[in-house]
């Protein structure tokens, strides 16, 4: 069966913002991939997402920069990986995978500001990225930042914090600042 690929971005700071890096700007090294994210013997396994992978593929072009679509990005500050933003970001990975559909908006009518309040994340500003059908977290790290809108919140200096969650192949990715 054939299952498209989709990517959807959110941010919240009175603007959207749409543009994506080139891939000249992105190098992922693939040789240590196994695919297989879901070792519980791993502690930097949290939701299903290997952390410190995650953390270093989006702190690495934080501070070399990207191009996202036209506009340069320069280098901005590192974010730190934030348990409460992983909750929030595995449920809502779940609840997509679980009733097989595809939105920010929660069967709830929940937003992600909402469902970031209810993991306990006291934020100021939020963005979310979320994805279906990518198996590793360079691969889901390479599409977002090929695309519209997640290349912007991936580069956003005004975030602080990350995290991430997965359930089967559906991914959300949340980030903030307080």
Same mark, same amino acid.
């Given at each position: ?14 603007? *959207? @913002? &749409?543009?994506?890096? #080139? #891939? ?17 013997? +791993?502690?930097?396994?949290? =939701?299903?997402?290997? #952390?410190?992978?995650? @953390? ?25 990986? +934030? ?6 970001? =595995? ?10 559909? &595809?939105?920010?908006?929660? @069967? ?36 977002? @930042? ?12 005004? *975030? #602080? ?7 089967? +192949? =559906?991914?959300?990715?949340? &980030?903030?600042?307080?």
């Amino acid at each position: 069966m054939f299952m498209p690929l989709r990517i959807l971005p959110v941010i919240l700071l009175g603007s *959207f @913002l &749409f543009s994506s890096c #080139k #891939k000249t700007d992105v190098v992922v090294d693939n040789s240590n991939s196994t695919g297989n994210n879901n070792n519980s013997s +791993n502690s930097n396994v949290v =939701y299903n997402v290997n #952390k410190a992978t995650m @953390l270093q593929l989006v702190n690495d072009v934080r501070q070399k920069g990207c191009t996202c679509g036209t506009t340069v990005m320069p280098p901005v500050g590192v974010v730190a990986w +934030n348990d409460q933003l992983a909750k929030a970001s =595995y449920d809502h990975s779940v609840e997509m995978n679980t009733h097989d559909y &595809f939105s920010h908006t929660g @069967l709830n009518g929940s937003d992600p500001g909402q469902r970031i309040t209810a993991a306990g994340y006291p934020w100021s500003s939020w963005g979310e990225n979320i994805a279906e059908g990518y198996s590793t977290e360079q691969i889901v790290m390479n599409a977002w @930042l090929g695309s519209e809108g997640h290349c912007k919140n991936v580069m956003n200096g005004g *975030f #602080k914090d990350m995290g991430a969650g997965r359930d089967g +192949n =559906y991914w959300t990715q949340d &980030f903030g600042s307080k």
